[in-house]
């Protein structure tokens, strides 16, 4: 079973518009961590966001922002103002110690979504 | 300053050969971690070192051997390249006592094997 699962294999935006990349999980244990990673077309892994399962508010950096509706198993990424830079593959992913034989010591990613910005 | 380095970042090699990918943290953390991504860009596991020991080795065949010299360093060597073993290798690292034990990712290295 998908333990992380990414609906939308591909997005466009408009410059200077919101967009939400939706992500779902699944897990069983009360303790998990979700991130969210940009990979552009040079192929780094850029580290954008985090939100812990425990966390009460949702995570905000900068532009990011979580839309962590924990009930829903639901972690959508809020990219404001969309810039051209932010055209890249963006990538959902957990960390929960069930998916891990009882640790805290990988990443579970989705399929990515591949954003495009348009001018 | 690179946090997480590795080397080479492109690898072009025959089927049958033996090659490392070299990958080193200047972060002070004390867990490093190999993934796979292969050509549809799915990210998965490889390995996971803490303190140089072992933890994780998500089924992974035989001919791949991480090494960790030191909390660092985490090296990957694979022996008798496959055409399936084609691939972006990422090496990755966290401190597991951190609030979030965030994983920062290396630049990658692709691997083409002909």
């Known amino acids: 079973a998908q333990k992380i699962t990414q609906t939308q294999p591909g997005m466009f935006v408009q410059e200077k518009e919101a967009v939400t990349l939706d992500c779902t999980y699944d897990?069983?244990?009360?303790?998990?961590?979700l991130f969210w990673y940009k990979q552009p077309s040079s192929g780094e892994m850029i580290f954008l966001i985090y939100?812990?399962?425990?966390?009460?508010q949702n995570a905000t950096e900068g532009r990011y922002s979580l839309n962590f509706q924990k009930a829903r198993k639901s972690a959508n990424l809020v990219i404001s103002a969309s810039q051209l830079g932010d055209s890249a593959m963006y990538f959902c992913?957990?960390?929960?110690?069930?998916?891990?034989?009882?640790?805290?010591?990988?990443?579970?990613f989705g399929k990515g979504t591949l954003l495009t910005v348009n001018p | 300053d690179t946090a997480v380095s590795q080397t080479p970042k492109y690898l072009v090699t025959q089927m049958g050969n033996d090659k490392s990918i070299k990958c080193e943290q200047n972060?002070?953390?004390?867990?490093m971690y190999w993934y796979k991504q292969d050509s549809k860009k799915f990210l998965k596991i490889m390995f996971s070192?803490?303190?140089?020991?072992?933890?994780i080795n998500e089924t992974v065949p035989n001919r791949f051997s991480p090494k960790s010299p030191d909390k660092a360093h985490l090296n990957l060597h694979i022996n008798s390249l496959e055409l399936g073993d084609s691939a972006v290798y990422f090496c990755?690292?966290?401190?597991?006592?951190?609030?979030?034990?965030?994983?920062?990712f290396g630049p990658g290295t692709r691997l083409t094997v002909l």
């Open positions: 990755a690292s966290s401190l597991l006592r951190g609030s979030t034990d965030t994983q920062y």
């Open positions: 897990t069983s244990d009360p303790s998990y961590g």
């Open positions: 939100q812990g399962s425990y966390d009460q």
């Open positions: 992913a957990m960390r929960d110690p069930q998916n891990s034989g009882g640790s805290n010591y990988k990443l579970t």
């Open positions: 972060l002070g953390h004390d867990t």
């Open positions: 070192y803490n303190n140089k020991e072992l933890i």
